[in-house]
């Protein structure tokens, strides 16, 4: 695995750390000040820019109903300054399956965007023909 | 709007002309040739590699039961020579958010991400709070 790759797996691993300890402080580092965000949580609408996307982690954040979620199957694709982690997010009722979107920015790689919705099928082992919706 | 954000709306635009026309081979052709391939179906687990993906899509095309959809409010993000595009994908059954990922390769734009999931809101006028699942 390259130096890249390992940083960009610590990346998405802070990214669930600071969900799973609601530390706002920590998401709020962990995404891209020089470029721009964008963020789709589950059912929701796209939300664009620092002010939607980060006020958005600070309701869900500090909403205690939300559950917590144990991120698994981390898996890092590179294109040079940008990098794309796919992985399971595994909660309680089900799991979701997320996109997130790294960018190399000066002081190392920062979250551009994330995407995450129902899984419904088992991940383990992995389906050769899912039977979820198709489009 | 620059001469880049044009073109990968241009190529986003392909992506969903060749959805509606079921047409295989301009499906294959958009999806890069150089760098990795990932794609998230509704409710499916990642797909990666081309040969996954293009299956995917050789299935999806194939089947008659698969709804029509219309791509709208496309907006593209441009990070050097990754894009990503937000739409919405709207069928008489509802409407999937969805989050295209394109990179510069020599011939064009090309395809490297794709990720759709269901919306529970109205995506107009754009909800300030959206009532959908959080996580």
Redesign the interface.
């Known amino acids: 695995m390259s130096g890249d790759e390992n940083a960009v797996l610590r990346a998405n691993a802070a990214f669930y750390q600071a969900f799973a300890a609601r530390d706002l402080r920590a998401m709020t580092g962990l995404w891209a000040r020089e470029?721009?965000v964008?963020c789709?949580?589950?059912?929701?609408?796209?939300l664009?820019g620092r002010d939607a996307v980060l006020g958005s982690w600070r309701?869900?954040l500090a909403?205690p109903e939300?559950?917590q979620?144990e991120c698994r199957n981390a898996?890092a694709?590179l294109?040079?300054?940008?990098a794309?982690v796919?992985c399971h997010?595994v909660?309680s009722e089900g799991v979701?399956?997320a996109?997130n979107?790294f960018?190399r920015e000066d002081d190392g790689w920062r979250m551009?965007?994330h995407?995450?919705?129902?899984?419904?099928?088992l991940?383990s082992p992995?389906?050769s023909?899912?039977s979820?919706?198709?489009?």
């Open positions: 470029a721009q964008v789709i949580h589950p059912g929701w609408d796209v664009v309701d869900i909403n939300n559950p979620l898996r694709h294109f040079d300054d940008v794309l796919t997010e909660l979701l399956v996109a979107l960018r551009i965007h995407q995450s919705g129902p899984l419904s099928v991940p992995p389906p023909r899912p979820g919706t198709v489009h």
